[in-house]
């Protein structure tokens, strides 16, 4: 699986973004995606996930605010960033989690930038 994340920018306090994570290879095996981000100085941290189902999970800190979706048919993933915060710049990255023959495999995409500032 590769995956390919865009959608960062540089944006105002308050304001919104919409990350996009692009999926292709052996699609048909991702159970899971998510969304996770690393500030400066700091740990990559779990930031939202949608599992097969549907069902959708977040972090506390961006629970109201963030929304995740994906469009099978179009194998994307997306973040949709409401009521940005400065504590909410970092980079973004895209994860997709396959299992196959009960053998758990993580994906990740190259990050894009996401800054929030005045």
């Known amino acids: 699986v590769q995956l390919q994340a865009s959608g960062g920018g540089l944006v105002q306090p308050g304001g919104y973004l919409r990350l996009s994570c692009a999926a292709s290879g052996s699609t048909s095996s991702i159970d899971s995606m998510g969304w996770y981000r690393q500030a400066p100085g700091k740990e990559r941290e779990w930031v939202a996930l949608?599992?097969?189902?549907?069902?959708?999970h977040y972090a506390d800190s961006v629970k109201g605010r963030f929304t995740i979706s994906r469009d099978d048919a179009k194998n994307r993933l997306y973040l949709q960033m409401n009521s940005l915060k400065p504590e909410d710049t970092a980079v973004y990255y895209c994860?997709?989690?396959?299992?196959?023959?009960?053998?758990?495999?993580?994906?990740w995409g190259q990050g894009t930038q996401v800054t929030v500032s005045s």
């Open positions: 994860n997709a989690r396959t299992i196959v023959r009960g053998i758990l495999d993580d994906y």
């Open positions: 949608i599992i097969s189902d549907g069902g959708t």
